[in-house]
């Protein structure tokens, strides 16, 4: 049933220029992404709970690359920063998706919006790395899963002082800057450069 739906998805990517692959195992995800990644090349990270637990990072540590680590142990908030800016020009840019729809439209929230940014426009090669617990049918569905099931969850991770982390709901009218999280919705319905943007899904529950 997961394989089945993930060539539905994978197709519908295909139609509107992205790339799909399926792996049932996130071990498997990892191996064929760090074959996608030359040496030399400049790597940013987006903020993923999923590249965190497929442990993608410690494999990207290994390679003859500059990997913008935002994982790093150590860091000022101030060089996290600077990495997220440069991570808007890096040659490839790694992250996950809040959510995918049936039909291929890629659906992201951001608070402060560098991971949103950066697979709009900058890097030359965008690579998501997606569990299949993230699929939904609509975009609709995109948006109630992310601000009452993922958002929550990130918000604890992140420490948020925000309704949600509280009551596991979204209360958007009592949420608000500098702590809400959810303040860019991106919507990716096409990408005008053919398999600029790659997406591997992955047949394991994969984040929030």
């Known amino acids: 049933m997961v394989k089945n739906q993930a060539e539905e998805i994978i197709k519908y990517l295909k139609k509107r220029n992205m790339d799909g692959s399926y792996f049932e195992k996130i071990g498997q995800a990892v191996a064929s992404i760090i074959k996608e990644i030359p040496d030399g090349v400049l790597v940013g990270l987006g903020g993923s709970e999923s590249i965190i637990e497929s442990g993608l990072v410690n494999e990207l540590r290994k390679k003859d690359i500059r990997l913008l680590d935002r994982y790093k142990n150590g860091l000022s908030k101030d060089e996290v920063w600077a990495m997220r ?124």
Do not use: H, W
């Open 85 to 208: 800016r440069e991570g808007l020009s890096a040659d490839i840019y790694i992250s996950s998706s809040n959510a995918i729809t049936m039909d291929g439209k890629i659906v992201n929230m951001d608070g402060i919006g560098n991971r949103v940014a950066a697979m709009v426009f900058g890097p030359s090669k965008v690579i998501l790395l997606v569990g299949m617990n993230k699929t939904v049918k609509t975009v609709e569905d995109a948006v109630a899963r992310i601000k009452n099931y993922a958002a929550p969850r990130n918000a604890v991770r992140v420490k948020a002082d925000t309704p949600c982390s509280k009551t596991g709901c979204c209360r958007e009218e009592d949420c608000t800057p500098p702590n809400r999280i959810c303040s860019q919705l991106v919507i990716l319905e096409s990408s005008m450069l053919p398999d600029r943007i790659k997406v591997f899904l992955v047949g394991e529950k994969l984040g929030f």
